[in-house]
């Protein structure tokens, strides 16, 4: 098992050095018109549901950018028996190359923004990057539909611009350097669970208390002692915008979660946490946390492993 404190020391190191050269963590939609057909940057539009969401996309989309279907295209896998892991890196490298981007690419993720669920995916996708090293990434705050709502008040016209047809992206190549730091194992959380570190349950309240459970988790409950952040307080009204900075840490206090702890956000299966993840490590700025991949898709398969349940249906 890997030494959590050297892990940590060596994320805050060298998220320290990196902090010069990544790119923002959240871009506007005034920024990403001004930055549109510039060298270098890849806008992905990111949908979820198959041929139907890539009709929608054909029909109109960012100019410029690329489709990439965050359900079916390999951003996520199955690993034994959890669902939604991170694959190997090979299999990533190939899914990123083949949207037209390498390692001098800045990366725009378009979420479609209609709730924090949608802001999950591109967090989701923003934590892979880091994860296979490339600071070189943003998210659209507000995303497709905050891009499509700015409208000229007299003509009602769309403000920004909109294309139709598919972009047929340039395969690249994109080579991974692994940063296993951000990668915990089941094993890491519980010995940091028996050590009093804050663990963070991202998913709704009714999963966190046990009034709801979803067939890739085996129990219903939490992991005992973890606080809850649900993804819903993260974004504005739960919609597609990331709430500030002050608000959020004042959101975590409420919760009962310091902004300057170790942390280790989980949910069902990494998405969710992946956007708790984004605010506290990215928005809020505490270097100390990590996301569990695996989350309680994979804890509630051990039974010898605890799980709190406040609300017990049956």
Known sequence: MRSWITSLAFAA????????????????????KDNLGKPGLVVVDLRSGGGAVREDYVKEHIPGSVFS?????????????????????????????ALGID?????????????ALDMGAATRLYWTFKVM?????????????GWTKDVDAATKKPLNPLASGGVTPQAKTFKANVRKE??????????????????????????????????????AGTIPGAKNVPESWITGNNGGTVRSKELLTSLYRQAGVASDVEQIAFCNTGHWASLGWFASHEVIGNKKVLMYDGSMAEWTLDDSLPVYQAIKLN
């Open 13 to 32: 190191s060298l998220a320290a050095s990196a902090s010069a050269m990544a790119a923002e963590p959240l871009v506007n939609s005034s920024w990403l």
């Open 69 to 97: 279907d965050y359900a079916n295209d390999g951003w996520r896998e199955k690993v034994g028996n959890v669902v939604g892991m991170l694959p190997p890196a090979d299999k990533v490298e190939k899914v990123i190359g």
């Open 103 to 115: 390692n001098k690419s800045h990366v725009v993720i378009v979420p479609m923004g209609r709730q």
């Open 133 to 145: 090293g490339h600071d070189e990434v943003s998210i659209l705050d507000g995303g497709w539909l």
């Open 182 to 219: 951000m990668l915990i194992t089941v094993a890491d959380v519980e010995s940091a669970r028996v050590r009093g570190v804050t663990l963070v349950d991202n998913r709704p309240n009714d999963h966190y208390v046990g009034a709801t459970v979803i067939p890739t988790v085996k129990k």
